[in-house]
């Protein structure tokens, strides 16, 4: 531990996504001090000196080293299995950004790892801290029985090379994106998938899926549908569920909840843009210190990647396929 039980952490994975985790951790949060990051990369270094910070171009270094009590991973998936292994073996508690892993493969094997060395495992899914979420979970079970869902999470198509690269990304859309769905669904109702039938399809991305449809049942008999793009230049999160009194709506993107009872619309909430790091960093410092509850824990995030997964095995079966 740094001066006055302030947790050292390192950062792995200093791009785009990356570097948001460390401007908060530089500026927003107490209790968390930046001492180091890892990227391969000449950039590296001189974000190192930038911040201050150690550069380790070997993420294995950072993991390994004195001055880091707690690692933060943001780095496409295929990394993940060897960073946590890394840190179960040198009991360091790690924040994984999503998705998990590749699929339910890996996953399974990053929280076996993690469970078996005690060593703490969040699952960096951010969604759960937008304040339009965190409205639905609390606004839905004042609308009695819940019967159908829906979701929606639309991007622009992504600009990211390895977005297209198999070995590295997993899958397409559905492992980055539709992730967030499942986890945000889980999180809003309590419930979980049980099963799916999906159908994807490619437009701008020519290796892996960039549009995926979903049918899901869950829970309860609760059913639904989702679909995930990344193939039109507009962005939507929207959430829909019909319940026993009235319906309730809510997009993530736009910052808006409303309800309808019969024909009466009650006047929508709306909700400026926040960052959603924040919370989650927040969270995951009393959660180190042992003041809350794991805030994302890892087998939530395992179960978001193994929905992912039967959605990708359906939509390659053309069936339904059991979570």
């Known amino acids: 531990m740094g001066k006055n039980g302030v947790i050292r952490v390192g950062v792995i994975g200093t791009g785009k996504h990356g570097s948001r985790y460390v401007n908060h951790l530089l500026h927003d949060i107490d209790g968390l001090e930046l001492t180091a990051i890892s990227r391969r990369s000449e950039e590296g270094r001189v974000q190192g000196e930038r911040w201050n910070v150690e550069w380790f171009p070997r993420w294995e270094d950072l993991v390994r080293a004195t001055c880091v009590d707690a690692v933060i991973s943001v780095v496409p998936p295929f990394l993940n299995v060897r960073i946590a292994e890394e840190c179960a073996e040198n009991q360091k508690p790690l924040l994984l950004e999503k998705p998990l892993g590749t699929g339910g493969v890996d996953g399974a094997r990053i929280v076996e790892v993690m469970s078996e060395a005690k060593t703490p495992l969040t699952a960096g899914q951010t969604l759960r801290f937008n304040p339009v979420i965190q409205t639905l979970k609390k606004q839905l079970p004042q609308q009695g029985r819940l019967f159908s869902i829906y979701a929606n999470q639309r991007l622009e198509p992504s600009s990211l090379g390895w977005h297209s690269v198999s070995e590295i990304a997993g899958a397409g859309i559905t492992i980055h994106t539709a992730v967030h769905i499942f986890d945000a669904l889980h999180y809003i109702t309590g419930r979980k998938i049980r099963r799916v ?24 008999n609760v059913v639904g549908t989702v679909d995930v793009s990344r193939v039109g230049k507009a962005r939507s999160g929207r959430y829909e569920f019909v319940c026993e009194n009235g319906h309730l709506y809510g997009d993530q993107v736009h910052g808006i909840v409303e309800s309808v009872r019969g024909s009466d619309r009650k006047e929508p909430l709306v909700f400026s843009p926040v960052g959603t790091i924040v919370p989650l960093l927040e969270e995951w410092c009393e959660f180190l210190q042992g003041k809350r509850k794991n805030p994302v824990p890892g087998k939530d995030g395992l179960y978001a990647v193994r929905v992912c997964d039967s959605c990708l095995q359906s939509a390659r079966a053309g069936t339904w396929v059991e979570i």
């Open 197 to 220: 039938m999906a159908g994807s399809y490619q437009y701008h991305n020519e290796r892996l899926e960039d549009l995926v449809t979903i049918l899901v049942e869950m829970d309860d």
